[in-house]
Nanobody
Framework: QVQLVESGGGLVQAGASLRLSCAAS????????MGWFRQAPGKEREFVAV????????YYADAVKGRFTISRDNAKDTVYLQMNSLKVDDTAVYYC?????????????????WGQGTQVTVSS
């Protein structure tokens, strides 16, 4: 399985921006569709964004559409999540996930590899 390590989380005020990174290792990164999920306190983990292997197609949850951007650099084996106009409701642990030869899937069970998560806290 590919190994994933997230970074870039932190504490910010509402309206600020953060960029999360997820570095992959151990396998050919370009073979994996990549997704971002998040889990807020007391809630189930939910889909945030997904990007295809080549990076040519993306899909977002309605809650983040227009504010978040997923991208990838296959030369650096890294996927990113640019988060703008952050809201208090965006507070969560953010996870990246990989699906071998995966397309645009939003289902957790379709992803076999997961990172350890990075905390994002947005204060009012």
């Amino acid at each position: 399985q590919v190994q994933l390590v997230e970074s870039g989380g932190g504490l910010v005020q509402a309206g600020a921006s953060l960029r999360l990174s997820c570095a992959a290792s151990g396998r050919t990164f370009s073979n994996y569709g990549m997704g971002w999920f998040r889990q807020a306190p007391g809630k189930e983990r939910e889909f945030v964004a997904v990007i295809t292997r080549s990076g040519d197609t993306t899909y977002y949850a309605d809650a983040v559409k227009g504010r978040f951007t997923i991208s990838r650099d296959n030369a650096k084996d890294t996927v990113y999540l640019q988060m703008n106009s952050l809201k208090v409701d965006d507070t969560a642990v953010y996870y990246c996930a990989a699906r071998l030869f995966g397309g645009l899937t939003t289902r957790e069970q379709d992803y076999a590899s997961w990172g350890q998560g990075t905390q994002v806290t947005v204060s009012s």
